[in-house]
């Protein structure tokens, strides 16, 4: 396949204007002047950029790139995205504000900021901090495979690809570290917009185009390929993994570091429950994207590496302007996510990590400029990783969601179960998380999402080891839990004395 220059012109145009945007949005010192500052904008984000953050968080090149070669290879099974964020803006409207409200009361900057704060244990911290760390850097890899498969349609024989690919990344590395979350702050209302005009152009024309509308593409589909449009009911990929695969799903987005990132940013939690409601309207573009991921294998030769069915699609049904603008999007989806995930693992690893364990006296100065640079570290990683072994990075990105999921009963139960001991939480993570690793590595799952049972084993663990350690439980307090259940305690104390 040969690239068409005038995409790739476009491409580069849009993406080099939209780098500009993220140093731009720094050149005010105060985005640099504290951790705060840098990480999460000084917790001033109010509903519009919420909304635009968290969009950029959730809705990346995977969701466009993966989910549609999902349903070029393995038909309705791709689906599972739609129910799996029905389900997590509901979880999301009650846990976040609490978790939001102790954050903002106590400074805290991560989720392992909070898990160490309301446990008083550095070491479940840096579990926490390790976990999202780890499962984090596939999911930028994730990104950098989404635009490295961008450029391979797009500048086919144009240019060198992997070498576009790395400056682009070291682009992002740069205005991330100069301008910290107000570069993806500003570069995700760009992005947003492009996703929501580009992709609703192409969900309307490309059925118009290969089969005279919608009804004619289903019905096209119904007619030569019905499996298509049916969920298994055995398999490995059936019922149940779908199911499961919606419910872990939905269980660990808000688990990852940079959509907690994205969380901590708000200016109250007000603004996290009106987004909670509003940010579904995204799952209108998910849906109708994932069928395009079915016309691809009706259309597009087969035989096409199904990473590329979608972009090969683009490329065979639009003229160059409108390929670049439909890339340039995709391109924006892999890099404006990724500077917030550099984020959120850089402060994971300069909070938890170096502040805790390796530095506790390092000084606000110090602290931050260790923070901006671990952005340079956690995307050099990625990016030698993923040019390293790109054919593992979706199996790695799955394996992902299921380890980060073994963190929620640390964060969500622990807002509202007072006498939740850290040492049972402790033994739940340790539990779930080589389950989770064993099953990918067996491969035997029993047709189950593997994080499902990884999280099974770890509240079993929990249940198990309570009661051994209530009594530890119930006599520990401290500021966080006194936030969290004292005036509920105290209410109690003073119906019972009026009584």
């Known amino acids: 396949m040969q690239g068409n220059p005038l995409a790739f012109a476009v491409t580069a145009v849009i993406v080099l204007a939209v780098v500009l945007v993220g140093f731009l949005a720094g050149r005010s010192k105060e985005a640099r002047s504290s951790v705060e500052e840098w990480s999460v904008g000084g917790r001033k984000l109010g509903s519009l950029f919420v909304w635009f953050l968290v969009g950029a968080d959730v809705y990346t090149a995977y969701t466009f790139l993966g989910l549609t070669s999902s349903a070029y290879s393995g038909g309705s099974t791709a689906f ?5 964020v029905v389900l997590a803006y509901p979880l999301a409207y009650f846990f976040l504000p609490r978790l939001w409200r102790v954050a903002k009361e106590h400074g805290y900057m991560t989720l392992a ?16 901090a390790i976990t999202g760390v780890l499962m984090l850097i596939p999911y930028i890899d994730l990104q950098l495979s989404g635009i490295l498969d961008t450029l391979q349609v797009a500048a086919a024989g144009i240019v060198n690809v992997k070498l576009i690919v790395v400056v682009s990344f070291l682009l992002v590395a740069l205005y991330t570290f100069f301008s910290g979350l ?26 118009i185009i290969h089969f005279g509308g919608w009804g004619q593409m ?5 007619d030569q390929h019905p499996k298509l449009l049916v969920l298994p009911t055995s398999g ?6 779908f199911s499961t695969a919606a419910l872990i799903s939905a269980m660990a987005l808000f688990m990852w570091p940079h959509t907690a990132t994205g969380t901590f940013s708000s200016k109250s939690a007000e603004i996290l429950k009106r987004n909670a409601i509003v940010l579904p309207l995204y799952n209108i573009v998910l849906m109708l994207v994932t069928f395009l991921g079915l016309l691809a294998f009706m259309v597009v030769p087969h035989g096409t590496n199904a990473r590329l069915a979608f972009l090969t699609l683009i490329h065979d049904s639009y003229g160059g302007f409108a390929q670049g603008l439909a ?14 995930m550099a984020i959120g693992a850089s402060n994971l690893f300069a909070n938890n990590v170096y502040r805790d364990l390796i530095r506790p006296d390092a000084d606000q100065r110090r602290l931050t400029l260790v923070t901006r640079s671990m952005v340079f570290v956690v995307i050099g990683l990625a990016l030698v990783f993923g040019l390293a072994f790109p054919t593992a ?9 299921s380890g980060i999921v073994q963190t929620f009963p640390a964060v969500v139960l622990s807002l509202y179960v007072r006498n939740l001991p850290k040492e049972a939480v402790t033994g739940g993570l340790l539990a779930g998380l080589p389950t989770v690793f064993y099953l990918y590595a067996s491969h035997n799952a ?22 051994l350690f209530i009594g530890r439980a119930r006599q520990r307090t401290n500021a966080v839990m006194e936030f969290l259940f004292g005036g509920r305690r105290r209410a109690q104390s003073a119906e019972q004395h009026i009584a």
């Not at 107000?182 to 490309?206: E, N, R």
């Not at 490995?236 to 993994?241: A, E």
């Not at 047709?447 to 079993?460: A, D, I, S």
Request: charged fraction near 10%; hydrophobic fraction near 60%.
């Open 446 to 467: 029993h047709g189950v999402y593997e994080g499902f049972w990884g999280l099974l084993v770890n509240l079993v663990v929990i249940l198990v080891l309570t009661p």
């Open 80 to 84: 599972f995205a739609t129910p799996y």
């Open 327 to 340: 890339y340039a999007t995709i391109a924006l989806a892999s890099l404006v996510p990724c500077s917030i």
């Open 113 to 128: 900021d909070y898990v160490g704060g309301r446990f008083d244990s550095k070491l479940l911290s840096f579990l926490v």
């Open 236 to 241: 490995p990929k059936g019922i149940w993994w």
């Open 182 to 207: 107000k570069a993806p702050t500003y570069t995700a209302i760009i992005k947003d917009i492009l996703v929501w005009v580009v992709m609703l152009f192409l969900v309307i024309s490309l059925p």
């Open 218 to 222: 289903v019905q096209a589909i119904a």
């Open 393 to 401: 990075l979706v199996s790695l990105q799955l394996m992902g969601v």
